[in-house]
């Protein structure tokens, strides 16, 4: 007797917040019905919650560990080596990024950011990576020992792997919206994306006690259109409910959080949320007294730099229907990241 697949399970479900645990190797290598399934899957869980856990999504799970491995080894790198790479301007949005130096926020005032970042910093460290190919914003990679040419090569070929699965990501959103499956493909063809290396090191757990407001990463939304996050298994990430509560979005091994961004809200005419999150202390007991490192990778999605973008076909039925004016994209996420970096 074969058992059918189920194409929408529960991830979350708590305090209103549901967050669905969709089995998207159906709609990568389902039939009809096995895709319309899936794409119900993701728009209802876009709609109502803004965030989804993706299982059977086509990356092999030795990648994602390749990645991690290499991703901790750079951050075990001398200070005075990541300090070389240190990103610069919102504009290139690529390099290092040291601890204390970001805070993110849903604040759009530069100067209140500010004032928070030096009350309660973010307690991470980030490397940012973008498309390699660029003609006039190159990467900040590590020094070119075989260590750092290795690196370079697994987070370039991951990049590629990321991309590709975003494209599938956006089909699918395309066909829940009742668009052309392929209405995405061109606004997102150019990969302007931004691969994020994320750690969080080991704290103690009087930080958090001493410290009220504490939080590895302040609550905010993402500001492109879809974020593919890659987690570890300690814990910390935290959802809105619809009530206003802090729900943990706890790790399930071998998927990815997809959640939709600030953009892909307003593509949408507001029909799809993007849902404030946080990293706060992991729920887990602390050990000797300290919280362990924490390691995630984030795949951040954005349309083409030069991309404008306004409602979709079928979002309004009129001009005054629209929520927001049209914004070029590039410009968009060059104002977001001003408001969020010391530099």
Known sequence: MIVAQEAVATGVNKNGLFIPLIDFGMFLN????????VVQGIID????????????????????SKVFASSAEFFRRPQEEKDELKWSTPQSNRGYVSQGREKVS???????????????????ESLEIGRDNHPSLPNSWPRED????????????FYATCQALHIQVMRAIALGLEL?????????????????????????????????????????????????LFQDMRGGLQVRSPQGSWVDATPIEDTIVVNAGDL????????????????????????????????????????????????????FTSVEDKHFPGINAGEYLVQRLSNTYQY
């Open 180 to 228: 052309d499956e392929n209405f995405f493909d061109g606004y997102v063809s150019a990969a302007d994306n931004n691969l994020r290396l994320l750690h969080y090191p080991a704290t103690p757990a009087d930080v958090f006690r001493k410290n009220v407001g504490q939080v590895r990463a302040g609550k905010h939304s993402d500001y492109g259109t879809v974020t593919l």
């Open 264 to 315: 892909l809200a307003r593509w949408s005419n507001s029909i799809i949320a993007s849902t404030e999150h946080q990293v706060v202390e992991p729920p887990s007991e602390p050990v000797d007294g300290n919280y362990p490192a924490r390691y995630s990778c984030a795949y951040f999605c954005n349309p083409n730099a030069e991309a404008y973008i306004e409602a979709l076909p079928g979002t």
């Open 106 to 124: 849903q604040l759009t005032d530069k100067v209140t950011v500010d004032a928070l970042r030096s009350q309660n910093p973010d307690l991470k």
């Open 146 to 157: 075989a260590a750092g040419l290795a690196f370079r090569q697994t987070m370039n070929a």
């Open 45 to 64: 869980g876009f709609k109502n919650a803004g965030f989804l856990y993706l299982k059977n999504h086509g990356i092999p799970k030795e990648t994602v």
């Open 30 to 37: 389902g039939g009809e019905a096995d895709k319309k399934a």
